[in-house]
């Protein structure tokens, strides 16, 4: 039978690692930093240190985090290619599916967080998205309440600013994924345009494990029109799904290229006023956790 300290701190786990998964963009990282605070509460608990159970867990959680996030700053740095979170993939149900889901944050808001500083990530995070006083999230910073006001702030202003906006429902965005399939298979570069927005991103995370990828980002709608019916042209057989990526829309494919090498990866997007605005391509198996698709 597991011990009353196990057992408060397994009621926790969920909330600490929807907590740590938006701070790190991670699920191993984020497991392993809840795995710490654990190790961490453990020991404290027979010190008789703990008074308020959720907020001692939460800024342990919020430390460990961001002592990952700055050394994930150098980590990322070195990393083959362009680097995205990992993702959360499960089955589209559908017009039932919901639009929002509890355990999940979209893959275009993770994506811009990555361009926060660690500080302005964990103060956002933190305060908008779990409701930590600012004073709480000075104490997990180790700078003063004005301090992480500001830092909030900044990441906020950051995040309302940026290109990749998505802002669409589900059933939008199933509308416009559509839409951007058959022009991508029918080989219709300006249709295909038509559906991105003038700034849009496109980015491919194959972990050096996949060729062809690219070390940046493509920006543009004709670019991003033009790369993407390069792939399509050089396609073989393949198995389109759609699924939820994140709780958002997005594709499972497999089958191979033209030239017989295995294709494996999983597409999420953005889409804002009918447009996508970012094509996330997760190539690198070790970032896909897959919900019953296999």
């Keep these: 039978m597991p011990s009353l300290t196990a057992t408060e701190f397994e009621a926790e ?7 740590a998964y938006r701070m790190l963009g ?17 020991k404290a608990r027979d010190g008789g240190e703990i008074h308020d159970l959720r907020g001692w867990l939460t800024t342990v959680t919020g430390r460990i985090c961001l002592d990952v996030l700055k050394s994930a700053r150098v980590s990322r740095t070195a ?15 559908g017009p039932a599916a919901r639009a929002e889901m509890s355990d999940q944050i979209a893959m275009a808001l993770l994506v811009v967080l990555e361009k926060l500083s660690p500080e302005q990530r964990v103060a956002l995070v933190l305060h908008d998205a779990f409701g930590m006083p600012f004073e709480d999230v000075a104490d997990v910073l ?13 990441g906020r202003r950051a995040v309302a600013q940026d290109s990749i906006r998505h802002t669409a429902d589900l059933a939008e965005q199933r509308r416009v994924l559509g839409a951007f399939l058959a022009a991508a298979n029918g080989g219709d570069l300006r249709a295909l345009a038509a559906l991105l927005a003038p700034d849009v991103v496109a980015i491919g995370d ?13 920006v543009g709608a004709e670019k991003v029109a033009r790369f993407y019916l390069g792939i399509a042209a050089g396609m073989g057989p393949v198995q389109v799904e759609s699924v939820l990526v994140n709780g958002s829309i997005g594709l499972l494919v497999r ?22 605005t970012g094509l996330f391509n997760q190539l690198n198996p070790s970032k896909l956790e897959l919900r019953d698709l296999e």
Excluded at 255 to 276: C, E, H, K, M, Q
């Design 13 to 19: 786990r969920p909330r600490l690692l929807a907590v």
């Design 26 to 42: 991670s699920r191993a990282e984020a497991e392993d930093a809840v795995q710490e605070a654990w190790l961490r509460y453990a």
């Design 79 to 93: 990393y083959p290619g362009q680097w995205l979170p990992s993702y959360v993939v499960e089955p589209d149900a």
């Design 142 to 154: 180790g700078t003063t309440e004005n301090a992480a006001r500001q830092h909030a702030s900044r």
């Design 206 to 218: 194959g972990g050096g494990l996949v060729p062809g990828v690219g070390t940046r980002p493509i």
């Design 255 to 276: 089958g191979t290229y033209a030239n017989g090498r295995p294709l494996y990866s999983v597409l999420a997007i953005a889409v804002d006023d009918g447009r996508i």
